[in-house]
């Protein structure tokens, strides 16, 4: 989208928030490092399991952005979609979260996907809206 | 719910079926034994990720019978749901299907646990309704 | 939708099933007068609270028959929707269905509304399709 | 998945049901060339507006076969999802079904996709399953 | 809700979100004028179909203020079904938001119909409390 | 979760939120006894039913606090499960909100339940994140 023809003439002075789902399924295990094995049980119960358990998960990204005058977009939600394929789908769909995913092995294992994404900035989106997940 | 109060004066002729819906969160992986590793990798994709992945599951059980003109209903649905508890939930919520769960160790690993659980009769169901899961 | 021009020169012989989905929400009561409290009590639990509880309800209806070739439907689904809040909506929305609701005060007092609906039939509905509610 | 090594050395005999669902967005209007302007707006309301309206559908294809021993698969649900892509999505999903889709210019304009689909088999299916959308 | 006797006695103090969510199926294009086709074809990709697609839309409306401590409420949901039905519906249901709604005609069209219309501040609305959509 | 062994070494100082959701089935009628019998039928329609109505409702519940480092969360679901069932499970579920639960007799009775549960502090959370329903 970028190109001298999509420069908007004025300045959008609109904010709006655009949001997309997406979804993926993983396996993992609660289990702290810091803990010994009896707390580990007593803390997180049937999904301390050892051989792991899984779930579908929703992932939500919000942009907020000025409407850009020309488009009537945020952001186009196609480039949106594949940001996230790029930085969320592919490294975790039908993973194991503990033992598939780099950036988990590095905190307290265990620890939810939907908590520690967070704080994963993807540098690849464009600079008139950040995502944070 | 059984008891000489509980018999019905004159047997009910309306059949009625009764569907109860529980979940379940587990993790597996698709991969048949009788397979190489090339063929499962080209069959199953990115479901024969070797750490696994998962999913929640959701489990329709549906009674179908005559209604006890006593009580209304075919089968007290909280009793279908410890039921459920018993020979569904518990086995398979929060496990990794093929290492924890006995039955699919004798089938084709990797196989979708929603089409193996059909041929698991419950033993405890009660003679008025009999329910394949 | 009656008329000469309405029927079509050749019959439809294709069958059809469409299905539309209202919801309600109603109050009801689990209790039987053919048990005593006790019984009453242990068969029921929470649902035989004695002031009460509710639900919103969902109520599917299935029309099936030919398609009619002059207009490509089986049933006009706003006419469906007139005869499902006639039939189900209007007696039974916002009502207590133990109360409000004769047609439940002859039979076993909190019998599941989903199940007695199923011998209603509704004399309003045209003579190609007829509805079981 | 054809191939020798495919072929399980004994015929399974149970037969299971898949389903995958998928959506597509869509603009239609209903209308009938058999009947006049006002015939047309007082039998479809709304949904005869000359504009168009649009929907988001659901489209469920329900495999049911044998389960292939092998595999312990009736059919790959990767696989579905093509068959569905080739036969459903690429033809209907952000199309107007009237103007745009070929297979509802030869049937009375403005019967609903969900019906018109029933008849439309797939050549690409493989045998030992055959889907009818 | 006016008249004497619904003034309450005491001003209340607490602040309360209440949101009512509608639904409305339209068709649309995305298609900026100031674009040429290429680039219009190459931004909004399929959506920018000549012929429309359309969708299923979901709208919240959240009504923010003080409970008056006579009915309850911050508004009769009720009531704010009917603005609804007025600034919302009625112009959208079963139309061409290109070609049917007036609004979208003076704004780069194809814009997302969610977004545009979060300036269009219904007049009817009482005092206090009110409604941006 | 309290002791030595818990304590974090270091402070976390990421805020996150959490939510879960439970749901319960309750009957209830809208009424004011600041209003006369018409003035409540006028304002309040079919929910007016002197009988009563019932809903299926959903409680979220979102605490908001620094991440625990050695545990990977702010609160622990299956505690907050605990303190959702003792202080809006119990109480609400399958009862008359307007017979049965004593903080619906003080208040304007029939104001709605989600709304009236916003200032209901439940003593037994602990302190790192605070609830209010």
Chains 1, 2, 3, 4, 5, 6 share one sequence.
């Not at 009537?72 to 769909?93: S, Y």
Request: net charge positive; proline share 5%.
């Amino acid at each position: 989208m970028e190109g001298r023809e999509l420069q908007a003439p004025v300045k959008a002075s609109r904010m709006v928030m655009v949001t997309r789902v997406e979804s993926f399924s993983a396996a993992h295990q609660l289990h702290s490092n810091c803990l010994n094995a009896e707390e580990n049980k007593r803390i997180y119960g049937k999904c301390n399991n050892p051989n792991g358990h899984g779930h579908n998960y929703k992932v939500e990204v919000t942009v907020r952005g000025e409407v850009n005058p020309l488009t009537g977009m945020v952001i186009n939600i196609t480039e949106l979609k594949e940001h996230m394929q790029e930085a969320i789908i592919k490294p975790l769909d039908h993973k194991n979260l503990d033992k598939d995913v780099p950036y988990f092995t590095n905190v307290v294992r265990g620890t939810r996907a939907g908590t520690q994404m967070t704080s994963n900035r993807h540098p690849a989106l464009p600079g008139w809206g950040s995502v944070d997940f």
